[in-house]
């Protein structure tokens, strides 16, 4: 038994180190790293430097490739096989719907404590230097003018400065490879918490407009099944369903999250719950030509609302080092390639006439995808409009009320004060023309005002 228990484990080590170092999910410079469809098959550093090199405007190899060669520029496996698969899958059940035990949730780290709290358990001139550092930093962002992608470049070189400090000044010499990793963690976590606002999905950025455009992509694909995406999952298993149901949860879970190290956390759960869900299907570990279709079928019917938010937010304030290598960003790669295959879907991927793929996807009247975003968009616009131009006319309706019952609470108040002011007067004439009480009369002598002496009339 325990011969059989070391090989399975054996056999899964060697499937993950298999997937970790799948060559087509490496950056196109073949630095090493992972690449990322959000940088056309780079990784964030090469992107960046290749960028800078031959100008903003001029484009990267793969920047804009044609619809038919989606599947390669984002690194997918698998499809090419759609054919053969389907012919396995055939005498299956199909069940569009599917309902929801994962891992336990990995033991959190000391950074995932308040930092504040986490600061304590250091030395005070430690303690002091990390936090003096990071509200420098932080008041430099929010003070900041620049560009989200610039403020995002700003924070990667902040990471990296900050990494390079706890490596070779002499107040973290004796903290070790783990408590310098730790602190980074704990640094990212409560920049990025305090910053937050400032920096996800800001309106001088379009990932809210991608967002909904992704969200309308996904509707139009809700015919897809489990045919039509060559899945290997047993989706009338419950526990399948369980799993499944978990992973998309996770989707749903990075909009409550702010750190990228948490979104990043539910990222890794969701593909898990995923692979899981494969090998209690088939009862073995799944390969990538498995797990990327079953991953695109969670995100479709995940319905995840800032999705693409979600991915470009992490691109831009995780740690580069947990995206480019590890299983974290072997997981956040796929996840991007998946939302990337998703957004080019053609007819040819799926190996289906045109005529009925037009049909599924509602292209009616030789009308394209970009014809009816734009008829959509012209709709929401309109939709828009109407929506502000009775805003304002009820604005100005409400104005009006609130200026007329201000005008009469002004005449009333006018009206007070004149009437306060006669009665006052009317008083202090009482008061002058009366004679003094007679207790203010001394004994045996004459009275302090002396009655003969007339008192002036006050005039107003």
Not at 271 to 299: G, M, R, W
């Amino acid at each position: 038994l325990v011969k059989s228990m070391a090989t399975s484990m054996n056999d899964q080590q060697n499937k993950m180190t298999s997937r970790l170092s799948n060559p087509e999910l490496r950056c196109k410079n073949h630095c090493g790293f992972y690449g990322n469809p959000i940088y056309s098959g780079y990784c964030s550093k090469c992107y960046k430097e290749l960028h800078s090199q031959r100008g903003p405007q001029a484009p990267l190899e793969g920047e804009t490739p044609p619809p038919n060669d989606a599947i390669a520029t984002t690194g997918l496996q698998g499809f090419t096989k759609f054919e053969e698969r389907k012919n396995v899958l055939s005498g299956k059940r199909i069940l569009k719907a599917v309902v929801p035990v994962t891992k336990k949730p990995k033991k959190p780290s000391r950074s995932s404590e308040p930092f504040s709290e986490f600061l304590k358990t250091l030395k005070k001139p430690v303690a002091q230097d990390i936090s003096q550092h990071l509200k420098m930093f932080h008041d430099q962002i929010t003070k900041s003018t620049a560009s989200i992608d610039e403020i995002g470049e700003m924070v990667q070189d902040f990471y990296v400065s900050t990494a390079e400090r706890l490596k070779t000044h002499p107040l973290f010499r004796t903290m070790s490879e783990e408590q310098q990793e730790d602190m980074v963690d704990g640094i990212e976590r409560h920049l990025m918490t305090n910053i937050y606002t400032q920096v996800y999905s800001v309106p001088t950025s379009d990932d809210a407009m991608k967002d909904l455009l992704l969200k309308r992509r996904i509707r139009m694909l809700s015919w897809l099944d489990q045919t039509h995406l060559a899945i290997t999952m047993d989706l009338a298993n419950v526990k399948v369903q369980e799993l499944v149901s978990k992973a998309r949860d996770e989707l749903h879970a990075m909009d409550e999250k702010k750190p990228p190290i948490d979104k990043l956390l539910c990222i890794s759960n969701c593909c898990n719950n995923v692979l899981t869900a494969l090998k209690l299907s088939q009862d073995h570990l799944a390969s990538a030509d498995e797990f990327v279709p079953a991953l695109i079928y969670t995100v479709i019917y995940s319905t995840a609302e800032h999705l693409y938010s979600n991915l470009n937010y992490i691109s831009r304030f995780s740690n580069p080092n947990r995206l480019m290598s590890g299983e974290t960003g072997y997981y956040f790669t796929n996840l991007s390639a998946a939302v990337s295959f998703i957004e080019n879907l053609t007819a040819e991927n799926l190996k289906m006439p045109q005529e009925e793929f037009d049909k599924k996807m509602g292209f009616v009247d030789g009308k394209t995808d970009a014809d009816l975003l734009i008829e959509e968009d012209n709709f929401v616009e309109d939709e828009e409009r109407v929506f502000i131009l009775r805003s304002y006319s009820e604005g100005v309706k409400e104005a009006s009320v609130r200026h007329s019952t201000l005008q009469q609470e002004c005449v009333e108040l006018l009206k007070k004060m004149k009437d306060f002011r006669t009665g006052v007067r009317e008083q202090i004439d009482g008061v002058l023309s009366t004679p003094p009480p007679k207790s203010l009369y001394k004994r045996n002598q004459e009275p302090v005002v002396p009655t003969g002496i007339l008192i002036p009339h006050l005039e107003n």
